[in-house]
């Protein structure tokens, strides 16, 4: 069974930093992209970043280039998000999300974790 | 990249059908046949209910079904139930690579 459990959520004043982490189990990690995705509260779905199988490509929304990077550890099948200057647009429960296979989007989804950004 | 447009909400009686659209432009919904639809329900994560256009994943009832006309794709939802209420998303990829999703339609069942 595919599970994706993010965390790393939390309270953190603007201009601040945050990692979260998504710890991947049920498939072979190392062999796909993976993505956040970020919900603000009572709003829509937005795409955030995108990484590949083998760490050489990555992607960001305008919104957070510069300011978030995606890693991964393939080793550990864990996905992560770097969150620095954060702002209070940032706010949002923040979704991992897996590449699917054979066709180009996404299949499975993690619980999500909330970031909230506020002094 | 701004968000592919959806109506706000549709509803419709149990058992009768519904179909919700998604506009997008040539540098998305237009350019590739990766569409894919999400079915949220409050407090939930997603779930993929369709993809590329048409296609469902195991699992999913054949009650959904997708299709796509140049720059709009729509989600059809045929013997409404009342499980089906719930938010919905669709998502394409851009001509960028990268991931531009819908601005979401509530589904309410009478």
């Known amino acids: 069974e595919v599970q994706l459990v993010e965390s790393g959520g939390g309270l953190v004043q603007p201009g601040g930093s945050l990692r979260l982490s998504c710890a991947a189990s049920g498939f072979t990690f190392s062999t796909y992209w993976m993505h956040w995705v970020r919900q603000a509260p009572g709003k829509g779905l937005v795409w955030v970043s995108s990484i590949s199988s083998d760490v050489s490509i990555t992607r960001y929304t305008d919104s957070v280039s510069g300011r978030f990077t995606i890693s991964r550890d393939n080793a550990k099948n864990t996905l992560y998000l770097q969150m620095d200057s954060l702002r209070a647009e940032d706010t949002a429960v923040y979704f991992c999300?897996?590449?699917?296979?054979?066709?180009?989007?996404?299949?499975?989804w993690g619980q999500g974790t909330l970031v909230t950004v506020s002094s | 990249q701004s968000a592919l447009t959806q109506p706000a909400s549709v509803s419709g009686s149990p058992g009768q059908s519904i179909t919700i659209s998604c506009t997008g432009t040539s540098s998305d919904v237009g350019a590739y046949n990766s569409v894919s639809w999400y079915q949220q329900h409050p407090g939930k994560a997603p779930k993929l209910m369709i993809y590329?256009?048409?296609n469902r994943p195991s699992g999913v009832s054949n009650r959904f079904s997708g299709s796509k006309s140049g720059s709009t794709a729509s989600l059809t939802i045929s013997g409404l139930q009342a499980e089906d209420e719930a938010d919905y998303y669709c998502?394409?990829?851009?001509?960028?690579?990268?991931?531009?999703f819908g601005t979401g339609t509530k589904v309410t069942v009478l």
């Open positions: 998502a394409s990829y851009t001509t960028s690579f990268t991931y531009v």
């Open positions: 999300v897996r590449g699917a296979s054979g066709w180009i989007g996404t299949d499975y």
């Open positions: 590329d256009v048409s």
